[in-house]
Structures are given as C-alpha cells and as structure tokens.
C-alpha cells in the first residue's frame, strides 16, 4: 500500500468525537457513511491511515454540520493544531520562546502561571485524545476478521495488515505526547469498542508500560528500517522513540532507564541514516527532498494541500515582523522571538561561528543588546529566530504561489537528537555506549554546523544540554529537557520573564507538568487532577 503524505486524497471519513472535550465519549461515525463504505476498499484503508498521518499537521478539528468538535469551540489555528499547541506547551515555558501578543491567556505559558480553565490547553489535551480515536477505530478494521467481514482478502488484506504498526507507532506517539505534558492520560484502545461511554484514566507509570510495549509491538509490525517512502515510519522511527522514552524514565516512573537509552539510540544510528551537511535545508519549503536521510519521523506539510495556521505556516509568520520576505512568508505577525538567556548559549550569533544560529533579518540584529527584552509585548524586543523558512533550496516555487502556507515538513525525530540521547546517557552512567564514541556523535552535530570541535574533557551533561539547545531549538525539546535536568520550575537556572519576574524566579514545582483541563474532569469523574492544582 503506497500513498504520498504530501498529497493524499482523503475521503470523507468519520469525525470521531472525543470525551475529554466534549461531554461523553462517541466514537460512531457521524457523517453518514458506515464502516463498510469507508473500509470497503484499499482505497479507503489507504485514505484513512493518510488522515493518521495528517492529523500531526491538518486541523481536522469538527466533524460534519451539526456535530461537535474536538475543541468544544476552540480556535482549529491556534489552541487545536498539533504542531502550534506542542511548540506552545514546550517552547513557551522556557527560555527558547516568549510571544508579544496577550491573547486569552497566552503569556500565562512563558510565566509559568497556567492554570486547568486554560483554553490552550484543553486542545492541547484534546487533540491526542482524537487522533488516538481514530487510529483505535482503523486498527479495529485492520484486524483479519474485519478485513474478511469487508471483503478485502489476498495481496489486498496483507498490505493494509502490512499498515497496522504503522497506526501502532501513531497512537504509541501520541499516548508519549500525553505522557510526557500531562501525565495520566483518559485511555481507550481499539478494545473498547464503539458507542458512548466515559473512558478510564492510566497512570503515568502503566502509560509508560502501555507505550513501551505497544512500541515494541509495533517494531515486529513495521517495515525494517530505512526502507518506507518519506513521510511513512518504519522500524527505525519506533527504536527512536523508544529511546527518547527510556532517556526521560526517569521523570516519567522514578526508574531511570539509561542502558536502554543507548541501545536504542544506537540501534537508530546503525540504521543507514547521516546527516544532511546543510543544517538550514533542515527548515526549508523542500526538506522533504534535501534532509530526508536524516529525517526519523515527520509532520509533512504542504502549501496547498495542507492548509492550516497551525502546522508550519505558524512557524515562518509568527517571528516575522516586516521582514517576512526573509520567511518566505506573505506577511509577518509580530508575535514570537528568544530571550537573552538562550542568546548566550551561542559563541556568537551571527551563524560565522555556528551555522545553526539562525537569528540576523535585515531588519533586526542578532546582539546581545537586541535579545534584552524589557516589554514582553514590543515585538523589537528580543531574539529573533529565523529558523524556518518558506523558500526552497533548489531555488524552485514553494507551492502556494500566495506564500501564506508553507511547505516545510516539521522534523518531530531526527538523527541528531539520537546522538544527543547517546551521550547524555552514557554521562549519566549507561551502560552499552563509551564517552569516546559519544565524543564523536557531538563533535559530528558540531561539524556540519561548522563549530569547532569540543575535547573530551569539555564534554559533561551541562554541555550537553546546551547542544541540545543549539541544535534542536524550536522544534518542541526544551521543556521536556530542561525538566530532565530539574531546571524548568526551580531557582538553579533563570531566564528573562520567568516566573512574569524580569529577571527570573522559581515556580511552584507542579509546573514541571500541566494540569488536566477543568472541562474533561467536570465531563469524565473517571478523571482525577495532577498533584498541586485545584
């Protein structure tokens, strides 16, 4: 079974209503359609694993007229969209991002205020909870009795089997998204069933079972590594979670999982991936060509078939200001930058150090001076961070001839993140790695950013954490990194406006996760609150 993310055809599929957001949990189809004609063909099977997939970067937030939506009247742009609520729940509370506008309740994030009335993250919760609802109703159909009862047998029946790690890996990694900001999770599996019901809540420690068994599952399940069309995961991108899973065990169930960490960073790296040697084609309208052998796992985005404010078209508008030609953005909306703070993790910032510094527009400097920021709400203030980028390579047209939505394929897992996982774990005692080889995997990120190369005896874990930075910022790692180290909530490391103090301070603990949203406790008394809020 082929089919291209970039450019599926879907079919009008069931919008698969949720709980957590709404009042009760209906998983019926509600468009009229029944399951024999949705799953009455390949074609179908192939739309619908084409809509999991879409779901990390389309909306897709209401079903037909009349239904509800996942929301319960959110904005799809901007509180629903994967990709935009991700970045705002693990950029905003740290020292990678603050925004000027004082919509709702936003700047509550980089303040670490946030309470559980907040509407970002009620889609914020919302939005896992339906994409998992939808994959546990594809995996109910791809099993051989349902396969058989749909007509669908033979060479058609093994390809869509062929697709149900696929739908594994999807709803391992959006159980791993409520994992690792919420904790606990409302749970529903394929198991359960259609009709109207209130699920059942997990822990955090039985998630992290259900996760890590579920991906190993999905590892006998997959195509071997390496060899999937770009867009479509195999096994390499099912090792590379895992890895990312065992590397945060110990914030997850108070059991770290180091030696783990490393045999399956390592397994990844021995896959056949390398680096691109042109860190910003990264960021760029055609990284689907220019980066796929370092790509892992991606949200594809497309300008023209993948229309929404949410996905990457977020990410090259809200830096920009005047400059937006720099983004190849149509307009600027004056909205995000960086603090001084992560503008001092870099020797200097005008990339002649370290290409990965991508802050300098021709409308705004990147100095120190530049990065202070004394009003949160003077777009002026601040780093700005010109990382993604709406133009080709090539030098070819993006898609949409308007340059409003962008073509850049959002990097969820990448190569360099598994070098990173390799070494802070094998600095904080696994076993199964050796500090030469970790060595090695920094100074590779280093070279193609073309800073220069680090002795062993600068390698620690705080430098590690700093690379990180340098290499993943933007891209949805630093809360849960800064977490990691004990650094999100507590006095040890401080940055501008943490706190809503200008210079930083300390927060209350329970910050280290977000709070179940009001609305789905008051809908769902299966449900109970994270430790420290009301």
């Avoid at 019926?28 to 029944?34: A, C, Q, V």
């Avoid at 619908?48 to 879409?54: M, R, T």
Wanted: aromatic fraction near 12%; include cysteine; glycine fraction near 8%.
């Amino acid at each position: 079974m082929k089919f291209n993310i970039k450019f599926f055809t879907l079919i009008t599929f069931a919008a698969i209503l949720l709980a957590s957001c709404a009042k009760k949990l209906d998983i019926f189809p509600t468009n009229g359609k029944s399951s024999a004609q949705i799953y009455g063909s390949v074609d179908g099977y192939k739309s619908v694993l084409a809509k999991l997939y879409s779901t990390l970067s389309l909306t897709g937030a209401s079903g037909p007229a009349g239904s509800p939506d996942i929301g319960g009247g959110l904005d799809e742009g901007s509180q629903v969209a994967f990709i935009r609520s991700y970045f705002n729940l693990q950029e905003l509370p740290t020292d990678e991002a603050v925004v000027a506008w004082n919509d709702q309740t936003i700047w509550d994030f980089h303040k670490l205020s946030w309470t559980p009335g907040d509407p970002f993250l009620k889609g914020a919760y919302a939005r896992p909870i339906w994409n998992i609802t939808m994959i546990n109703e594809y995996l109910r159909q791809a099993t051989d009795a349902a396969l058989a009862s749909n007509g669908i047998s033979g060479a058609d029946a093994t390809s869509v089997k062929n697709t149900r790690g696929e739908a594994r890996f999807l709803r391992a990694f959006n159980y791993w998204v409520m994992l690792d900001l919420f904790g606990k999770s409302t749970f529903i599996t394929e198991e359960d069933g259609v009709g109207y019901f209130l699920p059942k809540e997990i822990s955090r420690k039985d998630l992290f079972t259900y996760i890590e068994n579920e991906l190993k599952t999905a590892e006998t399940e997959l195509a071997a590594v390496r060899t999937s069309e770009y867009g479509r995961v195999d096994q390499g991108a099912a090792w590379a979670l895992l890895a990312r899973l065992y590397l945060n065990a110990g914030v997850y169930t108070g059991t770290t999982r180091y030696n783990d960490a490393i045999t399956y960073a390592s397994k990844v790296i021995g896959g056949g991936y390398s680096l691109n040697p042109n860190y910003r084609q990264l960021f760029m309208a055609d990284n689907d060509r220019t980066s796929k052998n370092e790509f892992i796992f991606v949200a594809a985005c497309d300008g023209l078939n993948t229309k929404s404010f949410g996905n990457t078209t977020f990410l090259i508008h809200a830096p920009a200001g005047a400059d937006n030609a720099e983004f190849g953005a149509n307009n600027g909306w004056f909205g995000y930058r960086s603090t001084r703070a992560f503008a001092e993790k870099w020797p200097d910032l005008s990339g002649n150090t370290d290409k990965r510094a991508m802050f300098k527009t021709s409308a705004f400097n990147a100095t120190l001076a530049q990065a202070e920021i004394t009003d949160i709400s003077d777009f002026s203030n601040g780093l700005h961070v010109n990382k993604f980028r709406n133009i080709r390579a090539d030098g070819a047209h993006v898609s949409d001839p308007n340059s409003e939505f962008a073509d850049i394929d959002f990097p969820i897992i990448r190569l360099p993140e598994m070098y990173l996982i390799y070494a802070e774990a094998v600095l904080r005692g696994g076993t199964g790695g050796n500090s030469g080889t970790a060595l090695g995997y920094i100074n590779a990120i280093r070279t193609r950013a073309g800073a220069a190369p680090i002795q062993s005896g600068v390698l620690d874990l705080q430098f590690v954490l700093d690379e990180r930075a340098r290499e993943l910022y933007w891209e949805g790692h630093r809360r849960t990194d800064l977490v990691r180290y004990n650094l999100l909530t507590t006095g040890t490391y401080l940055w501008p406006w943490k706190g809503g103090v200008a210079s930083g301070t300390a927060v209350d603990s329970k910050f280290n996760i977000y709070p179940i949203p009001a609305a789905n406790i008051t809908s769902n008394n299966n449900l109970t609150q994270n430790d420290g809020y009301k």
